[in-house]
């Protein structure tokens, strides 16, 4: 079976599912193919940062996004062998939204597609896994995929890969990736949340264990930083011993760990960061985690995946309207956002070699950088981590 839209996006995650929304209330043609049946899969993040709040205020969505089950994070503080330190107060942030949203992210994508569909021009196919590119004249003319029904084809003017970090359309467009090696790994699993525990987030850096607890309601999803290649040896060494490091480094939830029994209850996440060095070919787009797949260090991959969809969105959509889209436009997508992500990276590269390797370094007692301590006590400069994290290196607005 043959189809035809204007735009087919391949992936509904953050990425996707904001640039299908955001073309289909713009009157573009657009299909957005998700391979899962629904968005509820493993953990990937359940943080809207201030600008994204801003971009969904700008859409007239905030308020009611914020009628759906959430928590808020105010500041980001890290406990060290020194004691606490606030590294980032996103109240000092002039925006209306100074906080961190913590939002089951299938709750997010469910509620922004819920919104695409109130628009004609917007059709979604769930279930539907794109397995390869139709290729005209030097040109991407849509996908092939595969559902239940069986093999179909979708033409479409342009095709956007926002299928995330084992993106298949990057494959499959023989994009040429960059990549880094960051110096650690992160094991993820979830303990009891209690009354009275702090709201939003707390991180450990402690006896030469890294952790980070996110609240999810009922339960801290807990990220648990090692040494790149490190997780053999803490599964070789048992489950107790685990156990008994986390204890150690944050003794005010030492009972909370006996939850973790076996290594099922615990899943590991090989950090990469990298990135494509185009971002476009003839008929095709990258964006989100398919163009730059993001580490953990700041939470930040779904409000650069948004924050591409926006943009996309503003470059694209008119010459798509107009039947007069070239690559010239698909350029000026990667000319606007290539910069801040490589910003964004080149930090978070530092950040692990420089800070996260020394704090997991059992040998040596860990203190906040002098410099970092220094930029916090500097009126003006004290808000500068809220404002990388909270709101990136470049705003972007809907236009
Ligand atoms: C364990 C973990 C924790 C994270 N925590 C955070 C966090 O706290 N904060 C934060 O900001 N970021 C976090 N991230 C990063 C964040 O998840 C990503 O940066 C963000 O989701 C990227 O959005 P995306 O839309 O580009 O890709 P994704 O969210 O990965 O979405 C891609 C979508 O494409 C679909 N897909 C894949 N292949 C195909 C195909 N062939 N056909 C059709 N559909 C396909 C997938 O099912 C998926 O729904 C985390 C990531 C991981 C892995």
């Known amino acids: 079976m043959t189809a035809e839209t204007v735009c087919a996006v391949v992936g509904g995650g953050p990425a996707g599912a904001v640039l299908a929304l955001l073309l289909a209330r713009k009157g573009v043609r657009v299909t957005l193919l998700e391979a899962h049946e629904d968005f509820d899969r493993d953990f990937r993040g359940d943080t809207l940062h201030p600008s994204v709040l801003e971009i969904l205020d700008e859409l007239g969505l905030a308020e009611r996004l914020h009628q759906l089950p959430h928590s808020k994070i105010h500041t980001g503080t890290i406990i060290t062998d020194e004691g606490p330190t606030v ?12 906080y961190i949203m913590m939002i089951p992210q299938k709750d997010f994508l469910a509620f922004i597609v819920e919104e695409a569909k109130r628009f004609p021009s917007f059709d979604l196919k769930m279930g539907a896994r794109v397995e390869g590119l139709i290729e005209e004249g030097g040109a991407v003319r849509g996908v092939s995929y595969e559902d239940v029904a069986g093999e179909h084809e979708l033409r ?64 801290w999803q807990v990220a648990h ?24 480094a944050a003794p005010e939830y030492a009972e909370r760990f006996d939850v973790l029994h076996e290594w099922k ?79 964004i990276q080149a930090l978070q590269t530092r950040i692990q070699k420089r800070v996260i390797a020394a704090a997991l370094d059992p040998r040596r007692k860990f203190q906040v950088p002098l410099a970092l301590r220094l930029l916090l006590r500097v009126p003006g400069l004290r808000t500068l981590p809220a404002r990388v994290i909270g709101l990136g290196f470049k705003r972007v607005h809907v236009r």
């Open 156 to 219: 479409a003017t342009l095709t956007v890969g926002a299928d995330g970090r084992g993106s298949r359309v990057r494959h499959l467009g023989a994009f040429e990736q960059l990549k880094t090696s960051p110096p650690m790994d992160v094991l993820w699993f979830r303990i009891p949340r209690l009354p009275g525990d702090p709201e939003g987030g707390v991180a450990y850096f402690r006896q030469g264990v890294g952790l980070v607890m996110l609240n999810r309601g009922s339960q």
């Open 225 to 248: 930083l090692i040494l790149k290649g490190g997780f053999r040896d803490v599964r070789a060494a048992g489950v107790e011993v685990l156990r008994e490091r986390l204890k150690a």
């Open 87 to 98: 590294l980032a107060d996103f109240r000092s942030l002039g925006t209306r939204f100074p």
């Open 265 to 343: 209850q615990v899943s590991m996440l090989s950090v990469e960061s990298s990135r494509v060095l185009r971002w476009h070919r003839p008929g095709l787009l990258l964006i989100g985690d398919a163009a730059h797949v993001m580490s953990p260090v700041g939470g930040v991959g779904i409000n650069y995946a948004v924050q591409d969809a926006v943009v996309a969105a503003n470059v694209v959509a008119e010459p798509l309207r107009q039947g007069t889209l070239d690559e010239e436009r698909l350029r000026e997508v990667q000319r606007q956002r290539e910069w801040p992500t490589r910003l």
